[in-house]
C-alpha cells in the first residue's frame, strides 16, 4: 500500500517534497515519482509532532480518535482486564502480547504512544493553552488550512497550521527537543524557513497578499517551555528568492525537458553522494536509477 502523503500529493509540489528535490532529484524520483516503497522505523520526533498539532488543532476527541497512550500493561494485566469487560475467558487465555494489546487498545487504525510521549504531548498542549501570547481563541482563524495555488504550471500545495487573512498572519507549531538551539539552528538543522517561505509564496500566490510569520514552539521535555518566533518577511522573501524560486524554475525545467539531472537545484554542482548515504532510500539510487540520470560528472 503506497504512503497516502505520497498519493495525496501526485503531481502536486509540497513544503516537504520541495526540500527533498533541493536536497538531490535523484531522491526526489525515488521517493514521489518512482513510488518505491522501503521499511523505515517511525520517526518518533515526528509523531510527537503530529500527535500534539491534533490535540492543539482538534481538541481531545479527536485526538483519541486517532492516538492511543500504551500503558505498557503485562500480559497478565491484559488478560484480567480484558475477561472483566465480558470476553470470553478461554478466547482470552489463549491470546499473546501483540493480539492482546490490539484487542485492549483496539488499535488497529490509531497510532501508539509511549506513556512518556503521552505525558509529554499533554505537558505540551498545557504550556501552549496558557499562553495568552499565542492567541489560541482561534478567533478569525483557519485551522488547518489547506492552500492551493499554481507556480507556472505546477501545482503547489501546503496546509497551515493557522492563518488569520484579516491579520495577514501566518502562525505555524513545532516542537522541539532543543528549543535552547531553536534559533541558533533554525535554517542550519531545521530548516523551517524554507519550510515557512514556501508558505508565504503559497499564500501570496492565492491570496494575493504578504503575510507575517509567527513560529510557536514548545519544547518536548518538562517544564515545556515555549517561545514565539517571527520571521521577518525580509529573510522569507530572500530565501524566495535565493531557494524556493530557483528549485521551482530547474524543477519545471527538468520535467520539460524529461530529464531528472544529479545536481543540487541551486547551486548546479554534482550531488554529494556522501550526503545521502545514511538516507534509508540510498541503495535505490546507485542500483535502480543510474541509468535515468543525467550525471554532470559521467559527461567529463
Given at each position: 500500500m503506497l504512503n497516502p502523503y505520497i498519493v495525496a500529493t501526485d503531481w502536486i509540489i509540497t513544503a516537504s517534497k520541495i526540500k527533498t528535490f533541493i536536497k538531490s532529484p535523484e531522491l526526489y524520483y525515488v521517493k514521489f515519482e518512482n513510488k518505491l516503497e522501503i521499511e523505515e522505523e517511525d520517526k518518533r520526533c515526528f509523531v510527537v509532532g503530529s500527535a500534539f498539532d491534533t490535540l492543539v488543532s482538534y481538541w481531545h476527541e479527536a485526538f483519541l480518535e486517532k492516538y492511543y497512550v500504551d500503558d505498557w500493561l503485562v500480559v497478565d494485566e491484559l488478560k484480567q482486564k480484558l475477561i472483566a469487560e465480558g470476553n470470553d475467558p478461554d478466547m482470552i487465555m489463549k491470546l499473546k502480547l501483540p493480539q492482546l494489546r490490539a484487542m485492549y487498545y483496539n488499535d488497529a487504525e490509531r497510532v501508539r504512544l509511549t506513556p512518556a510521549e503521552g505525558r509529554d504531548i499533554m505537558g505540551m498542549y498545557r504550556e501552549v493553552m496558557r499562553q495568552p501570547v499565542c492567541d489560541l481563541g482561534n478567533e478569525g482563524y483557519l485551522l488547518q488550512h489547506r492552500v492551493d495555488a499554481e507556480y507556472k504550471w505546477v501545482k503547489?500545495?501546503?496546509?497551515?497550521?493557522?492563518?488569520?487573512?484579516?491579520?495577514?498572519?501566518?502562525?505555524?507549531?513545532?516542537?522541539?527537543?532543543?528549543?535552547d538551539r531553536f534559533v541558533y539552528d533554525i535554517e542550519n538543522t531545521f530548516d523551517y524557513i524554507l519550510s515557512m517561505s514556501f508558505y508565504f509564496l503559497l499564500v501570496y500566490l492565492n491570496d494575493k497578499q504578504e503575510c507575517d510569520v509567527i513560529l510557536d514552539v514548545v519544547g518536548k521535555g518538562s517544564p515545556y517551555p515555549y517561545i514565539g518566533y517571527e520571521l521577518h518577511?525580509?529573510?522569507?522573501?530572500?530565501?524566495?528568492?535565493?531557494?524556493?524560486?530557483?528549485?521551482?524554475?530547474?524543477?519545471?525545467?527538468?520535467?520539460?525537458?524529461?530529464?531528472?539531472?544529479?545536481?543540487?537545484?541551486?547551486?548546479?554542482?554534482?550531488?554529494?553522494?556522501?550526503?545521502?548515504?545514511?538516507?534509508?532510500y540510498y541503495p535505490y539510487l546507485e542500483s535502480v536509477l543510474c541509468d535515468w540520470f543525467i550525471d554532470p560528472r559521467d559527461q567529463m
Open positions: 503547489v500545495w501546503g496546509t497551515l497550521d493557522r492563518y488569520h487573512p484579516e491579520k495577514k498572519l501566518i502562525r505555524d507549531r513545532k516542537t522541539s527537543g532543543r528549543i518577511k525580509k529573510v522569507l522573501l530572500q530565501k524566495i528568492k535565493d531557494t524556493v524560486i530557483p528549485a521551482l524554475d530547474f524543477y519545471i525545467e527538468c520535467k520539460r525537458n524529461n530529464e531528472r539531472p544529479a545536481i543540487n537545484p541551486i547551486t548546479k554542482h554534482p550531488v554529494d553522494r556522501m550526503t545521502l548515504m545514511n538516507d534509508p
